[in-house]
């Protein structure tokens, strides 16, 4: 029974940072990059202004840092619940 809870305790934190990543990534690809597109315009960053710059690199950057953010997390959620590699 108890190794039933650990496994349940260890999918719903998977899911819970998923969803959390996905959600950050939505945001800055979607909100930042369309929606908010025009609010963004009269920011200059590096030549261009900021609703350009999140609709070109700003989205690939973020998501690349959460790439990164998600392994290192998961990491310590596989060491928490006992299911890390080494």
């Known amino acids: 029974m108890t190794e039933n809870s650990s496994s349940n305790a260890y999918w719903s934190a998977n899911i819970r940072i998923i969803y959390i990543c996905l959600a950050i990534w939505a945001i800055v690809s979607y909100g930042f990059g369309i929606l908010l597109r025009p609010a963004l315009s009269a920011i200059p960053v590096g030549g261009t202004d900021l609703g350009f ?3 070109q690199q700003g989205s690939i950057v973020i998501f690349i840092a959460l790439i ?13 619940h006992g299911v890390d590699e080494e």
């Open 53 to 55: 710059w999140f609709a």
């Open 68 to 80: 990164f953010y998600y392994a290192t997390y998961m990491n310590k959620i596989d060491r928490a």
